[in-house]
């Protein structure tokens, strides 16, 4: 087989949210069916949704008691929202992301197969589902924790604590700050989520103790994300990235920043809209609980402060390597041509006999 280089790779996730907004028929999502319930909660404005209605990035669809809809990509993938649902549609800080994000209920994802190396994000407070092709389930509490069932096909599930990989009827649990782990119990999805919405409702000091800790984390790796942007700036912008190898290593590592970056926010931004379901499910007449929370989401909207500065240096990065990249290696061609044409073949030749 042959082998696909470093660069070559880094080049083609560097693309991939260029092609998704290019491919505008693919990957754009629209209501395509609709019963009872169903509203769409548009730039602060909450209104009926409609059947054909066309969704944009930060667009949150909220299914009702006995509501169901249907959202439809245009190569025939959808995911069909649950009653008592929220789903939210892309990212604030990662633009053209293609990412949907459950941020409670339940929804059944059914993605057709991707072109290799593209992908999809089905992202939750607490995982981030890597999708080429599959058909799941995905259920989140209202106390931020996460469960995949699988149907078909396989899927990663990420978070930062760990990843796991799913294959055809496996299911998975992610808690709120914890790894994936694989999940045994017979409950179905229902039964599962009116479990852990009991938890939060018996003891939400330990859930705001638990969102403390999550957030803190997510705050821990935004500044590692920002010292390692500065070590790549100073790197390209330098004396160290002068040959081939060197510029298709420092390619692989802005790569996995950029992917660690994203996961990131979109777990952030998840995780900071569970915990407005939550301030408005306790409110303020609970202050002790109230206010708890309310400073837990004022530090997630710094993180994603940070997150979104961070994001903005890194198109910046991204810039340096590709001037930096298009000069190495036009040089390393040069280079290449120049030792082809001072090559004498005549004087390699075995001596006639």
């Given at each position: 087989?042959?082998?696909?280089?470093?660069?070559?790779?880094?080049?083609?996730?560097?693309?991939?949210?260029?092609?998704?907004?290019?491919?505008?028929?693919?990957?754009?999502?629209?209501?395509?069916?609709?019963?009872?319930?169903?509203?769409?909660?548009?730039?602060?404005?909450?209104?009926?949704?409609?059947?054909?209605?066309?969704?944009?990035?930060?667009?949150?669809?909220?299914?009702?008691?006995?509501?169901?809809?249907?959202?439809s990509?245009?190569?025939?993938?959808?995911?069909?929202?649950?009653?008592?649902?929220?789903?939210?549609?892309?990212?604030?800080?990662?633009?053209?992301?293609?990412?949907?994000?459950?941020?409670?209920?339940?929804?059944?994802?059914?993605?057709?197969k991707?072109?290799?190396?593209?992908?999809?994000?089905?992202?939750?407070?607490?995982?981030?589902?890597?999708?080429?092709?599959?058909?799941?389930?995905?259920?989140?509490?209202?106390?931020?924790?996460?469960?995949?069932?699988?149907?078909?096909?396989?899927?990663?599930?990420?978070?930062?604590?760990?990843?796991?990989?799913?294959?055809?009827?496996?299911?998975?649990?992610?808690?709120?700050?914890?790894?994936?782990?694989?999940?045994?119990?017979?409950?179905?999805?229902?039964?599962?989520k009116?479990?852990?919405?009991?938890?939060?409702?018996r003891?939400?000091?330990?859930?705001?103790?638990?969102?403390?800790?999550?957030?803190?984390?997510?705050?821990?790796?935004?500044?590692?994300?920002?010292?390692?942007?500065?070590?790549?700036?100073?790197?390209?912008?330098?004396?160290?990235?002068?040959?081939?190898?060197?510029?298709?290593?420092t390619?692989?590592?802005?790569?996995?920043?950029?992917?660690d970056?994203?996961?990131?926010?979109?777990?952030?931004?998840?995780?900071?809209?569970?915990?407005?379901?939550?301030?408005?499910r306790?409110?303020?007449?609970?202050?002790?609980i109230?206010?708890?929370?309310?400073?837990?989401?004022?530090?997630s909207?710094?993180?994603?402060?940070?997150?979104?500065?961070?994001?903005?240096?890194?198109?910046?990065?991204?810039?340096?390597?590709?001037?930096?990249?298009?000069?190495?290696?036009?040089?390393?061609?040069?280079?290449?041509?120049?030792?082809?044409?001072?090559?004498?073949?005549?004087?390699?030749?075995?001596?006639?006999?």
């Amino acid at each position: 087989m042959k082998k696909i280089t470093v660069a070559r790779a880094c080049f083609a996730l560097f693309t991939v949210l260029a092609v998704a907004a290019g491919t505008e028929s693919v990957f754009a999502l629209e209501v395509s069916f609709l019963v009872g319930d169903v509203s769409l909660l548009h730039q602060g404005k909450s209104t009926a949704a409609g059947m054909g209605q066309a969704l944009a990035d930060g667009d949150t669809v909220i299914t009702g008691a006995g509501g169901l809809a249907v959202l439809s990509y245009g190569d025939g993938s959808e995911i069909r929202v649950m009653e008592k649902s929220r789903v939210r549609i892309g990212s604030i800080t990662v633009k053209d992301s293609g990412s949907v994000s459950v941020i409670s209920g339940a929804i059944n994802a059914r993605f057709q197969k991707l072109a290799r190396g593209s992908e999809r994000k089905v992202v939750t407070p607490t995982t981030v589902c890597s999708v080429r092709g599959t058909d799941f389930l995905v259920g989140v509490s209202d106390g931020a924790d996460s469960r995949v069932e699988m149907k078909e096909g396989d899927l990663e599930v990420r978070n930062p604590y760990g990843r796991k990989n799913l294959g055809p009827s496996s299911k998975a649990e992610i808690g709120l700050a914890e790894s994936p782990a694989d999940e045994e119990g017979e409950a179905d999805m229902a039964a599962w989520k009116t479990a852990r919405d009991g938890e939060l409702e018996r003891d939400p000091v330990e859930r705001g103790k638990r969102f403390e800790g999550y957030i803190g984390t997510m705050g821990e790796r935004s500044s590692k994300s920002s010292g390692k942007l500065r070590d790549l700036d100073s790197r390209l912008g330098g004396k160290a990235a002068v040959g081939k190898k060197e510029i298709e290593k420092t390619g692989e590592e802005l790569s996995a920043v950029q992917r660690d970056m994203e996961d990131d926010a979109l777990l952030n931004e998840s995780a900071g809209a569970s915990i407005e379901g939550i301030l408005d499910r306790f409110g303020k007449d609970k202050a002790e609980i109230y206010d708890t929370f309310y400073r837990i989401k004022e530090e997630s909207n710094k993180v994603a402060e940070q997150q979104r500065i961070n994001y903005e240096a890194l198109q910046a990065v991204r810039e340096a390597y590709g001037r930096a990249y298009d000069e190495i290696m036009g040089k390393h061609r040069e280079s290449m041509e120049k030792i082809k044409e001072g090559f004498d073949k005549e004087s390699v030749k075995p001596p006639k006999r």
